[in-house]
């Protein structure tokens, strides 16, 4: 597939079709900070903490690019009254809101090691012919024409007004 393409659309498929992988192997990557972290947290609760300048490196490794978004985040909501701090806030509940990107890649990979590759589809429900009718009414501020009994499905009961331009 690769070979009939050329140039941005050859990069654009060659990144839609690595992307999965890259999202796995990244979630290695922010796990073994994770468990970095709790390795300094547990440290510094034991009082066997070093301070190192690796710590300021694998933060903003890990954080760098939120940090850099969220300053210009800032700069643009800060006459709305945001305040650096909540910005700093909102940038890290960025950074772990995105890890959820990890849960649904490693769901997939399982879904698709175990063949469960079936998609159940959202759950339609039946609703009444009088409800479709009163949420058409509120919406047009008319009232939907009513089918005359024994007449042909569609048909207007007496009195309606026919807005199509013709009696």
Same mark, same amino acid.
């Given at each position: 597939?690769?070979?009939?393409?050329?140039?941005?659309?050859?990069?654009?498929?060659?990144?839609?079709?690595?992307?999965?992988?890259?999202?796995?192997?990244?979630?290695?990557?922010?796990?073994?900070?994770?468990?970095?972290?709790?390795?300094?947290?547990?440290?510094?609760?034991?009082?066997?903490?070093?301070?190192?300048?690796?710590?300021?490196?694998?933060?903003?490794?890990?954080?760098?690019?939120?940090?850099?978004?969220?300053?210009?985040?800032?700069?643009?909501?800060?006459?709305?009254?945001?305040?650096?701090?909540?910005?700093?806030?909102?940038?890290?509940?960025?950074?772990?809101?995105?890890?959820?990107?990890?849960?649904?890649?490693?769901?997939?990979?399982?879904?698709?090691?175990?063949?469960?590759?079936?998609?159940?589809?959202?759950?339609? #429900?039946?609703?009444?012919? #009088?409800?479709?009718?009163?949420?058409?009414?509120?919406?047009?501020?008319?009232?939907?024409?009513?089918?005359?009994?024994?007449?042909?499905?569609?048909?207007?009961?007496?009195?309606?007004?026919?807005?199509?331009?013709?009696?």
């Amino acid at each position: 597939m690769l070979r009939d393409l050329s140039g941005t659309r050859r990069a654009d498929i060659l990144y839609h079709l690595t992307s999965p992988f890259l999202l796995l192997v990244t979630s290695f990557l922010s796990a073994a900070f994770a468990f970095w972290v709790l390795d300094i947290l547990i440290g510094i609760v034991l009082g066997q903490a070093v301070v190192s300048p690796w710590w300021l490196s694998a933060y903003l490794v890990a954080f760098g690019p939120a940090v850099l978004f969220g300053l210009v985040y800032w700069s643009q909501e800060k006459h709305h009254g945001l305040n650096p701090f909540a910005a700093v806030v909102l940038i890290h509940g960025y950074v772990l809101y995105a890890l959820l990107w990890y849960v649904a890649g490693w769901k997939a990979a399982y879904r698709a090691v175990v063949g469960q590759n079936s998609w159940s589809k959202t759950e339609r #429900n039946v609703e009444s012919t #009088n409800q479709v009718d009163e949420s058409a009414e509120e919406l047009t501020g008319e009232a939907v024409p009513e089918e005359i009994p024994g007449g042909a499905a569609g048909s207007r009961a007496s009195g309606a007004l026919d807005h199509g331009g013709g009696q």
